[in-house]
């Protein structure tokens, strides 16, 4: 299927330290999204790419799109207290654009 | 707008039992979506519905039917549970094309 691989798995960090996160597939994908979720909550958006090396910022989050097509990173810099939490990537595949995958998610705790 | 709402909140059935997970959104979106999440695999699409009268399978349709005849609804039928169904599930509505996708608070279902 079209598996999306998200490392790192968890991340422990201090606050004020900037983080990376990245996905990848083996297939193409035309939509890198980034999702966070809370406990207990349904995930939220934080950012959609739409081009081959499509750079996007919203506030502290920078993600962008491989020129491949199969790949994605997030960027979150000075991380503060309620950065914490699971943080998703997730793509539309080239042959369904009606179709979603999500990668298996990062957890995020911010130690102030 | 209540955006998208989901009940129950929680559930436990026995294997063999049927339930139907409800979902409504007020928000006037053409798309829904059934997700579901479970440990350490991210969401994945259930089934989903581009308008009224219109659905088709997601990424694991097994064991699940839906039916789409209102803009507002999109229930998730389970016809005969089993333990390998025990998730959370997440419903989702979208406008048209847009990426935004809105997500309800998800229930939590247990087969024993």
């Known amino acids: 299927g079209q598996q999306l691989n998200q490392s790192p798995q968890s991340m422990f960090i201090q606050e004020g330290e900037d983080v990376s996160m990245n996905c990848t597939s083996s297939s193409i994908f035309n939509t890198w999204l980034w999702y966070k979720q809370d406990p207990g909550e349904g995930p939220v958006l934080l950012i959609a790419?739409?081009?081959?090396?499509e750079l996007t910022s919203n506030g502290r989050l920078t993600a962008q799109f491989g020129i491949t097509r199969k790949d994605s990173f997030l960027n979150i810099s000075a991380s503060i207290p309620s950065d914490v939490g699971i943080y998703f990537c997730?793509?539309?595949?080239?042959?369904?654009?009606?179709?979603?995958?999500f990668g298996a998610g990062t957890r995020l705790t911010v130690k102030p | 707008n209540a955006g998208v709402t989901q009940t129950p909140k929680f559930q436990v059935l026995k294997t063999g039992q049927s339930m139907t997970l409800q979902c409504a959104q007020d928000m006037n979106h053409e798309y829904m979506s059934w997700y579901r999440q479970d440990p350490g695999m991210g969401l994945r699409l259930i089934h989903y519905?581009?308008?009224?009268?219109?659905?088709d399978q997601g990424e694991v349709p097994n064991g699940y039917n839906v039916s789409r005849s209102t803009t507002e609804d999109f229930p998730l039928r389970l016809l005969s549970a089993a333990p390998s169904q025990t998730s959370v599930y997440f419903c989702a509505s979208r406008r048209g094309t847009a990426e935004e996708q809105y997500f309800g608070p998800g229930t939590r279902l247990t087969v024993t």
């Open positions: 519905s581009v308008g009224a009268g219109i659905t």
């Open positions: 997730a793509g539309r595949p080239l042959y369904n654009n009606n179709d979603m995958r």
């Open positions: 790419l739409y081009k081959a090396g």
